[in-house]
């Protein structure tokens, strides 16, 4: 029973949706055209009404595309006032000429139509990254993640985990603050000096919190007996393989192709050596972790179609896929690109079932075999 | 054979005073042992301690030893003890470590590098030994208060360690998931022999769980014992306790079955001249009931919905110059809701909220009001957030609530009891009339209730009204004057606090002794009337 509700609760494995991120995310790099990334930050917002269920990370996620499209304004304001050169000027600010030092670049001046459309375009872009970030994690299990990393990686994975949970408490903790603030003076609220009178507490109470986690971990045996010398090899071979590639791109960059490419086997290679020590070495077994069912292959061949398949257009050249500011136009939209990103909805044929009132009736009941017995 | 043994252990946090000064105590191996003392009387330092929390974790100056089942804490660090020791902090909510019950409970055991299926019969056996079978698949942060504790102690016992050591595990509970929670160690304690060592401030569910009682004082050791005679003397013991203390009924008794035992074998004789005189009016003689003013606050058909879903429906009542008003009900009744709605800091889906009067709110959680240096700027701060400059009634409310003493220290290294009335001093001090309370009581010692108690039923004489949501039983029987009791969001009693406290599950242990007497001060006010013929 434990299995299904499990399931119905989470349909999919985490390495499914991280599929599902990086499928979208580059679907967006493919075809950045504003009708297609709305349509993306449509079927991201749609997933996490649908399977969020009640998670402070899917309480997050309207936050978080709020501030992506409050930076993303921030830049087309700068770009706005720093870019000049173009037809189409709306109007001309009086202008400001930096000193070399400074970059030399004029501030003001002329402002242009298409480079507004421009920066916007490529802001909503942005947007669209981070709603699709956020809903991944709105809707993933991080622990699950954690689990499906290799053994070496493990502690490090927690760590990592355990810090990016302190984002939603952190955001209900500044709700609370506020409300304090107001219910402090009877309802009126006053704004001089809000800012410390809130932030100090929000700060304190995330510390206070940071420690007695800490402590639970401690006194669980948290990194207890270190790792093995197997594991810590696996781990330091993956980093080298991960600076390798790195270095591969710089190479790449500088043009040096041979030198890319020797770096890329080899970073490749000693990423895969890493994998493979660190899941056969270890001794320490994990608490069930969840595998990756044939449906969950399934939908993550699913959602890969959506970017395989832009990429096809856009070989074919479909136009619709890139927008270009100048001369400006309405974006165009084709039904082939739209069928395309359809397939990031494929996660939708499994919905999950919440737990709520079941869990409320279970205890209930629970509590009468406890008073039975 | 001592499962714990501390010897001579001094103790003191960076920068701060001495929290032990000389405790030498042992922990017999399968006893409950229950720690009691004031806010700041070292029993968090105590009991952190036990798996070298203290002073691994904390730093700090630390002398003496203690012996945790023959490991030395100076030489073994929390996670080398791990597997003999489990240890619950206050906070449950706060020491999760995986989104899913089930997998923290397993975190300890992956942690010990055990055995796959050595770690299924582990987690199964914790689950069930805390009756939390169920939730295994839910997210910590979903459970009830009660359940999220059993959730933490069945973390800390995935392990199988020989002792549990467990800070206030009951203090942000209802008493339903207080009685979850003490009634699960107990069966723990009787059915594994876990040694539990336990710090409390309620004590009416703890104290008959325990086999020795260690009583606290600045740092040392003030008393050790069988809990009845210790518990007789200390202040902040049971109701039952004080009331057998009055009554010169020895041993004290702990529980209410034990009172009531004793009332009817006797006990009563040396009351019956006190009641009979009272029995033919009204009990509301035995205290002096202020009629009521003009109403200051009044709700009229309020319904709030939250996420989609109605917390309160159609609830209205009045609150008037001099109430003190208890509302009741379990977890999640809606009692914050209702308060939040009538400081207006929500807004009403259906009905509304008349005030005539400022309202104060103070919310569940103190540290989301504290922010300034001291005490005593805390309290500055909101009178300077109001515009005004009163330095009298900044005093006054240090006094009221007996923070005087501390109102040059930071309101964060204060015990949570004292952090308590210091968000409501920072509150009180602008001058609402009526002050709304949210739990006050959680997590204070006897005499930070007394304290708050006095402040409380002064305000209301004052001309003021305050509206306390609690779990606290007690206090609602000693201050309030009416009482509404919540249910799923409606209203499900309400009127006199001494009629509805008096008919329902809520009735305070006196009542359940020796009716129709809600308290101790009232058996002790018909006392003395006795007395002066």
Known sequence: ?373 | MSALEYRDVRFGYPDGPDALTGVTLDVPAGDVVLVVGDSGSGKSTLLRAANGLVPHSSGGRFAGTVVTFGRDTRTHTPRELADVVGFVAQDPEAQFVVDRVEHDVAFALENLGLPELVMRRRVEEALDAMGIAHLRDRSPSSLSGGERQRAAIAGALAAAPQALVLDEPTSQLDPQGADDVLAALGRLNADLGTTVLIAEHRLERAAPLAHHVVVLEAGAVHAVGLPGPVLADFPGAPSVTALGRLLGWDPPPLTVRDARARALSGGREALHGAVAPASGSSPATVTDLPAPGPALVSARGLGVDLGGRSVLHDVSFDVHAGDVVALLGRNGAGKTTLLRALGELLRPTRGRVDATVAVGCVPQNPSSVLFAPTVRAELRETIRLLGRDDDAAIDHWLDALGLTHHAARHPRSLSGGERQRVAIAAVAVGGAPVLLLDEPTRGMDAASRRALHDAVVQHARGGGAVVLATHDVELAAECATTAVVLGDGDVVAAGDARDVLAGSLFAPQVLRVLPPFLTVAEVATALAREDRP
């Open chain 1, 1 to 373: 029973m434990t299995r299904a509700q499990n399931s119905a609760e989470r349909p999919w494995h985490a390495c499914t949706w991280l599929v599902w991120a990086i499928a979208a995310t580059a679907s967006l790099q493919i075809a950045p055209s504003p009708l297609y990334v709305a349509l993306v930050i449509a079927i991201a917002t749609l997933v996490v009404s649908v399977y969020g269920l009640d998670s402070p990370y899917a309480r997050a996620y309207p936050l978080l595309v709020g501030l992506a499209m409050v930076f993303a304004a921030l830049r087309v304001a700068l770009t706005a006032l720093t870019t000049h050169g173009g037809p189409h000027v709306l109007f001309t600010l009086p202008s400001l000429t930096l000193p070399n030092w400074l970059g030399g670049f004029t501030v003001g001046s002329s402002i242009e139509g298409p480079i507004i459309a421009q920066a916007a375009y490529e802001g909503f872009v942005i947007v669209g990254v981070v709603a699709v970030f956020a809903a991944f994690n709105a809707v993933v299990s991080h622990y699950e993640l954690v689990q499906s990393l290799p053994r070496a990686f493990h502690e490090l994975g927690l760590v990592v985990a355990v810090g990016v949970a302190f984002v939603p408490t952190t955001i209900t903790a500044i709700h609370d603050v506020r409300e304090a603030d107001r219910a402090r003076t009877g309802g009126r609220v006053v704004r001089r000096g809000r800012l410390v009178r809130q932030i100090v507490p929000v700060l304190e109470t995330g510390l206070e919190r940071a420690i007695t986690l800490a402590e639970s971990m401690d006194s669980r045996g948290f990194a207890r007996g270190g790792s093995t010398p197997r594991e810590s090899g696996a781990a330091w071979c993956g980093a080298a393989g991960l600076l390798g590639l790195a270095g591969a791109f710089v190479a790449l960059v500088a043009g040096e192709s041979t030198v890319a490419l020797v770096l890329v086997c080899t970073g490749f290679a000693a990423v895969v050596l890493a994998m493979v020590v660190a899941s056969t070495g270890s001794t320490r077994v994990r608490y069930r972790p969840r595998r990756l069912t044939r449906a969950d292959v399934a939908l993550m061949a699913a959602v890969c179609a959506a970017p395989i398949a832009l990429t096809v257009l856009s070989i074919a050249g479909d136009a619709s896929l890139v927008w270009v500011a100048s001369p400006l136009r309405w974006p165009a939209l084709h039904v082939l690109p739209v069928i395309a990103l359809g397939a990031l909805v494929a996660p939708l044929v499994r919905r999950p079932v919440l737990a709520r009132t079941v869990g409320t009736v279970t205890s209930t009941s629970a509590r009468q075999q406890e008073v039975a017995a």
